[in-house]
């Protein structure tokens, strides 16, 4: 209760970072977002038409609000990181006022809202995705780092220093790190990878520096826009139901649920780990008959 918390990687009600802002104001908390520029304005347009008004209900009757919505990519530092195509991009040309770069979201956070409790990293994006790893470009594979690992230490080296002691943070994983998962290409995989060693690391030096916990949620497959972008998502979700130990489809609010936890204090010796929400088909060895 009374937390404060700021969230990466909503653009519409559909995915996870929709579902655990939702899991962390039903505890009370109070969420701001950052949001991908390209998608900012359909987002805000939609929120202020009432799209997301029955997604925004909350269970004592009170509808989820966000505190600030900040534009945002991640994929920049700093403001002199944008090249010149992309700052004269027509959104991107309406959010240079605010700024958009990691460090300059932060410090609009920080002059708007003070220390925050969380962070939550839900956002992804690989160019090449859809191409398999023998057939993905440098630029493509370090695109993907940058979007979706680098992204995350980035995020807690300019939100690292507005946590308030026992902050924590939390990103979102897929299993394609450790396994093979074809179809998901581009160096996603590779990226995944970065993410969960990563978290083991800055889980050590954000623990010592800030006193924050940092935690990673393998995901099990839902059909969120990025999942559709990638193709083969009613496959996973399938093919899950099919050799998941819980035949059951997996709903965002259960991953928002387990964000949830993670960011609280239940688990306050919880740091560096990757919790499974996946109906337990990381567990599986062999798929059954
Ligand atoms: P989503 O489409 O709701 O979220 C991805 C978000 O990333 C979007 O809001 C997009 O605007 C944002 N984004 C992309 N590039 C960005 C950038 N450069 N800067 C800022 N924001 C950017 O989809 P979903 O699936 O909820 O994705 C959230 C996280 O969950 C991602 O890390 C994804 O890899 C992960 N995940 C998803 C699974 C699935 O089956 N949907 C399974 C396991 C993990």
């Known amino acids: 209760t009374g937390k404060k918390a700021f969230i990466a990687g909503v653009a519409d009600d559909q995915g996870f970072g929709w579902a655990i802002a939702k899991a962390l104001a039903e505890a009370g908390a109070e969420i701001s977002l950052g949001v991908w520029v390209p ?42 990181d944008v090249p010149e195509d992309v700052r004269n991009n027509k959104r991107y040309a309406a959010a240079a006022e605010k700024g958009f770069a990691v460090e300059e979201v932060a410090r609009n956070v920080k002059n708007d809202i003070g220390n925050i409790d969380i962070i939550v990293h839900s956002l992804a994006n690989g160019p090449e995705v859809k191409k398999p790893l023998l057939e993905t470009s440098r630029q493509g594979y370090l695109a993907a780092m940058s979007a979706s690992s680098y992204s995350y230490v980035s995020m807690l080296q300019h939100f690292g220093p507005l946590l308030n002691p026992n902050g924590s943070a939390v990103s979102l994983t897929y299993i394609a790190s450790e396994r093979t998962i074809p179809g998901y290409g581009g160096g996603m995989s ?11 690391v800055l889980a050590y ?6 006193q924050a916990r940092v935690n990673v949620i393998s995901a099990g497959p839902l059909g969120s826009r990025a999942a559709k972008a990638i193709g083969f998502i009613d496959d996973m979700i399938k093919y899950s139901y099919e050799n998941g130990p819980i035949q059951k489809e997996l709903h965002a609010e259960e991953i928002g649920n387990a964000a949830a936890f993670l960011l609280s204090p239940l ?13 337990g088909l990381h567990s599986m060895g062999l798929a059954p008959d």
């Open 39 to 80: 998608a900012l304005s359909i987002f805000e347009t939609s929120y202020k038409r009432g799209k997301f008004d029955k997604s925004r209900q909350l269970s004592n009757g009170s509808m989820l609000e966000f505190v600030h919505i900040y534009p945002m990519d991640a994929v920049f530092d700093r403001a002199s």
């Open 190 to 200: 590779s990226a995944k990878a970065a993410l969960e060693s990563d978290t083991r």
């Open 205 to 210: 030096e954000a623990g010592r520096k800030y």
């Open 267 to 279: 688990a306050s010796s919880i740091t560096g780990t990757i919790i499974y929400c996946d109906n």
